[in-house]
């Protein structure tokens, strides 16, 4: 092979390559043994000890993660929540830490209650505004900044590396919530983000079957000493690298989080994971694409008085998301009913192809009244429906949401 590096594509269609090598499968086995045999010599020479820390069925779908975010290492959880949070209670108490006011409802929700009384100080501010998020830097107190971008429901787009400048000078890590950008336009850890968090639910396992989690470490917190290539895919047995680690090392805290507290993902559900990931490129790029027309359509629709979309060029966030997501957009979109939150509930009770249901990244298209699902304190207007563009014929969508917007007008 020559010394350019592989595609994103290739890299995930083979998973880095893996070949079993007792049979020489393509596909890897699913581990389901919960507990590994010492040697003779009291050592464990296989680098395992027991499912709980991790499992032999990670070790593809992480180092392909990896891979595909440029980062040193990953690590999978039993949902985005558990990989969230991890990040979160890996910090001490009194620590303080920022969040986009326009964020996953479920972990703004978290932030705010459990955390909160954990013990973080917390600080909501509107991070696609560089100045608010300067000016809520405390210098030696905040050790996390996080974002999500797009982020949910709005898609407001923030300025990875502007934010790792502020984040840094103040000493503070960067974590980035990259779900929507699933790993295909945008890698933060490449624009100076510390660490990159997936719900694995949504497009990377991308078929609505698995719940996961992944967190991707980037030089700053992890330098592996190795390197995830195709040529060498095997990730150094887990048990050694964790105890050589600095001992009070953040990611090393992470790391136990997930062993200690528990937040591990079944075998199966890894299996599927990679499963899933081997076709993630044509999948997102395809909804993409499909998600871009049906922007640019529903813009021009009479019942419409607003489509949030990072690739329309009205739309706020288009210029920064223009130099960051490098391909496409995404795939997820909102729009707002000029007739109002009534309107937009009976034009989701009206879709006959679309889904009426929570989550997005899989290859259905899903539509959701956001504001029914957030609840108290959420900056999601109540004219609004979200949609998960998924994979079906784009023409398809875009005549199942006409004929319920047009219902409802009449
Ligand atoms: C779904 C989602 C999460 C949470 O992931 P779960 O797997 O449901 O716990 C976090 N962030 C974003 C952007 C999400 O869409």
């Known amino acids: 092979m020559s010394d350019k590096p592989l595609a994103p594509a290739t890299l995930a269609a083979q998973g880095l390559g893996f070949i079993e090598p007792v049979t ?9 043994s919960t507990t590994f045999e010492r040697d003779s010599d009291n050592q464990y020479s296989a680098g395992r000890c027991y499912s709980r820390a991790d499992n032999p069925t990670f070790d593809q779908v992480e180092a392909t993660l990896a891979a595909l975010e440029q980062g040193t290492d990953a690590l999978v959880f039993s949902s985005g929540m558990a990989a969230a949070t991890a990040c979160f209670l890996a910090l001490d108490p009194g620590d303080h830490v920022i969040a986009p006011t326009v ?8 932030l705010t209650t459990f955390a909160s009384r954990w013990g973080l100080k ?16 405390q210098p030696g107190k905040t050790k996390l900044i996080w974002l999500e971008t797009p982020s949910n429901p709005l898609w407001h787009v923030t300025d990875i590396a ?20 699933a790993t295909v336009f945008t890698q933060p850890l490449t624009l100076g983000a510390d660490l990159v968090m997936h719900a694995a639910t949504k ?27 195709f040529d060498s895919p095997v990730r150094p047995p887990d048990i050694f690298a964790r105890l050589s680690a600095e001992p009070d090392g953040y990611w090393k805290r992470v790391r136990t989080i997930r062993s200690q507290c528990g937040g591990v993902l079944g075998s199966f559900e890894a299996w599927l994971l990679m499963r899933g990931l081997r076709t993630l490129l044509p999948r997102v790029r395809w909804a993409t694409t499909s998600a871009q027309q049906l922007a640019e359509r529903l813009a021009e629709h009479p019942a419409i008085a607003e489509v949030l979309y990072p690739g329309l060029p009205s739309f706020a966030g288009h210029e920064v998301a223009r130099r960051q997501m490098i391909g496409g957009f995404g ?5 707002r009913l000029k007739a109002g939150e009534l309107a937009a509930i009976a034009t989701a009770a009206k879709v006959q192809l679309w889904k009426r249901a929570t989550s997005l990244g899989g290859v259905e ?21 979200r949609l998960s563009v998924g994979i079906e014929d784009a023409d ?8 319920a917007l047009q219902a409802v007008a009449k």
């Open 103 to 110: 964020m996953y409802w479920a972990l703004r929700n978290w």
């Open 203 to 229: 497009y990377l396992n991308g078929h609505s079957d698995v719940i996961a989690g992944a967190l991707i470490a980037g030089p700053t917190l992890c330098d592996a000493g190795h390197t995830m290539s």
């Open 396 to 403: 398809d969508l875009f005549g199942d949401l006409d004929q």
């Open 365 to 385: 298209s899903l539509l959701e009244h956001r504001a029914s699902i957030e609840g108290h304190g959420s900056p999601c207007p109540f004219d609004l429906l």
């Open 24 to 32: 020489k499968a393509v596909v890897q086995p699913i581990h389901v």
């Open 331 to 335: 795939a997820m979109l909102s729009i």
């Open 122 to 137: 917390v600080s909501l501010v509107d991070t696609t505004k560089l100045d608010e998020l300067r000016a809520a830097v």
């Open 162 to 181: 502007a934010a790792a400048d502020i984040a840094h000078q103040a000493g503070a890590k960067l974590a980035v919530d990259s779900t929507v950008a």
